[in-house]
């Protein structure tokens, strides 16, 4: 029995394909996770919603912001909906678009494995969450989104406002603040007020910014992380987090983390030759 962790797959189909097969993955056995960010940009989300899917009973899905994305504009109207790239397009008007779009709202934001004592996130954590913080705060907008007030939610998912996870939010503000943290964080202050323009490696950010990982004074947390969302970090281990968000629809690879081996191990496939990263990047 084997747990392998999965970086941002955004439709790159056929990589998630050949890693499966390079892991030789047993549905009987195994379990995967998925570090959000399922679609967009690779050119077959669709066919990829449908994979994950089917392997849904074997696997775990913490939701991306393009995820998050495509369920909010779900909610618009045919007419809006027709104007979105034509890959989300694919899969708005597929005839099973309803059985996946129920099945992505019932996934999670954070998943923790006491067992194995890793937990999954998209993209950060804030500040002063602990473990148990952070749970609960996911925990309240994995309810609305699975419940029958998800349009609510949806359609006030969007903004960058506000910026940092307070304790005294409530309501849509509270829900906001918590997906911005756990799907869009890269870089905050020491208050955990998100810098939502910075995408580049540690070290060209402005002054007063941190990584979410390494912000000083942050809450210790006795869990060790995996998550994506950060390409441009590329394949990344130190302070307790594991990133492998390593740019497979920028060209770079799709990549997969054992859990349960004493020593970590990666496996990767490298992505498409047309794949290549566009000018001035991309998240």
């Not at 941002?8 to 379990?31: M, W």
């Not at 959000?36 to 009973?57: K, M, P, Y």
């Not at 937990?119 to 954590?125: Q, V, W």
Request: some cysteine.
């Amino acid at each position: 029995m084997a747990t392998y962790a999965i970086g941002d797959v955004q439709g790159c189909y056929p990589e998630l394909q050949r890693l499966l097969e390079k892991l030789r993955f047993d549905t009987a056995q195994d379990e995967l996770w998925f570090c959000g960010d399922l679609v967009n940009r690779g050119g077959q989300s669709l066919e990829t919603l449908r994979l994950i899917h089917q392997l849904r009973e074997s696997s775990v899905v913490t939701l991306g912001n393009h995820d998050l994305s495509l369920l909010a504009i779900a909610q618009r109207k045919p007419d809006a909906q027709a104007r979105v790239n034509p890959e989300l397009r694919e899969v708005l008007f597929a005839h099973d678009a309803p059985v996946l779009f129920e099945w992505m709202r019932s996934q999670k934001l954070l998943h923790h494995d006491e067992k194995l004592n890793w937990t999954m996130i998209h993209a950060g954590l804030a500040p002063i969450w602990t473990l148990r913080q952070a749970q609960r705060a996911a925990q309240e907008v994995e309810r609305e989104l699975s419940s029958p007030r998800h349009p609510r939610l949806l359609r006030n998912l969007f903004g960058n406002r506000p910026a940092v996870w307070s304790s005294r939010l409530q309501g849509m503000d509270r829900h906001r603040a918590t997906i911005n943290t756990l799907t869009r964080m890269r870089y905050c202050d020491v208050n955990g007020r998100i810098d939502f323009d910075a995408k580049g490696v540690p070290g060209t950010q402005k002054p007063g910014l941190y990584p979410w990982f390494e912000v000083p004074g942050m809450r210790r947390r006795d869990t060790r992380i995996v998550c994506g969302h950060w390409s441009a970090l590329d394949r990344f281990a130190g302070f307790g987090v594991h990133a492998i968000d390593t740019g497979c629809v920028w060209g770079g690879k799709l990549t997969a983390l054992r859990l349960d081996a004493e020593e970590l191990q990666y496996i990767t496939v490298d992505a498409e030759p047309h794949r290549v990263r566009p000018p001035g990047g991309g998240d």
